[in-house]
T-cell receptor, first 117, second 111 residues
Framework: GAVVSQHPSWVICKSGTSVKIECRSL??????MFWYRQFPKQSLMLMAT?????????EQGVEKDKFLINHASLTLSTLTVTSAHPEDSSFYIC?????????????FGEGSRLTVL | EDKVVQSPLSLVVHEGDTVTLNCSYE??????LLWYKQEKKAPTFLFML????IEKKSGRLSSILDKKELFSILNITATQTGDSAVYLC???????????FGAGTRLFVKA
């Protein structure tokens, strides 16, 4: 079946540094990918919709300049957490749809756990 | 504001029990309702429901959608310890295909 790969699976960084997380669709093309954030024992909170070749669409309350999203190709979207602070520590998950929109199944990456010291 | 509400938030049962998980929603431009199982990391897909009254089944799991009353249920019969997980309900929008998740139901099945 379709696979979405996320890298790195975990990262520890110092406060003030930037961290990039990659999300790749391995055997299908994804014009749209989604980025979520998940706090412990809570559900997935949609952060933004990543659109290939255009700007990402951010959800209300998500800082665009803080969470930079780039979707440069049909198989790769990146999320960069800029000037990370301890409150940015979280589990970040991406998803991509297999198919051109019409009820294509949504596949999730394995997630990236970010810890900011 | 769009929202997806799941209940109960947590549930402890014994092996062999049957459980029913609930999901209600208020979403503009509804496209579909999805159920996922999340064990350790990535959620895994269970069901997609788009039409009212049509039950979807997969082994011991089944689900149905009521678009008039805006809710769905997920049933698990003859539960096993391997069913222990967080079950997420999500609703998908038309146009943009944005997906909103509920808080999840944490199910623990005791041996």
């Amino acid at each position: 079946g379709a696979v979405v790969s996320q890298h790195p699976s975990w990262v520890i960084c110092k406060s003030g540094t930037s961290v990039k997380i990659e999300c790749r669709s391995l055997d299908f093309q994804a014009t749209t990918m989604f980025w979520y954030r998940q706090f412990p024992k809570q559900s997935l909170m949609l952060m933004a919709t990543s659109n290939e070749g255009s700007k990402a669409t951010y959800e209300q309350g998500v800082e665009k300049d803080k969470f930079l999203i780039n979707h440069a190709s049909l198989t790769l979207s990146t999320l960069t957490v800029t000037s990370a602070h301890p409150e940015d520590s979280s589990f970040y998950i991406c998803s991509a749809r297999d198919g051109q929109g019409d009820f294509g199944e949504l596949f999730f990456g394995e997630g990236s756990r970010l810890t900011v010291l | 504001e769009d929202k997806v509400v799941q209940s109960p938030l947590s549930l402890v049962v014994h092996e062999g029990d049957t459980v029913t998980l609930n999901c209600s929603y208020e979403v503009t431009n509804f496209r579909s309702l999805l159920w996922y199982k999340q064990e350790k990391k990535a959620p895994t897909f269970l069901f997609m429901l788009t039409s009212s009254g049509i039950e979807k089944k997969s082994g011991r799991l089944s689900s149905i959608l009521d678009k008039k009353e805006l809710f769905s249920i997920l049933n698990i019969t003859a539960t096993q310890t391997g069913d222990s997980a967080v079950y997420l309900c999500a609703v998908e929008h038309t146009g943009g295909f944005k997906t909103i998740f509920g808080a999840g139901t944490r199910l623990f099945v005791k041996a």
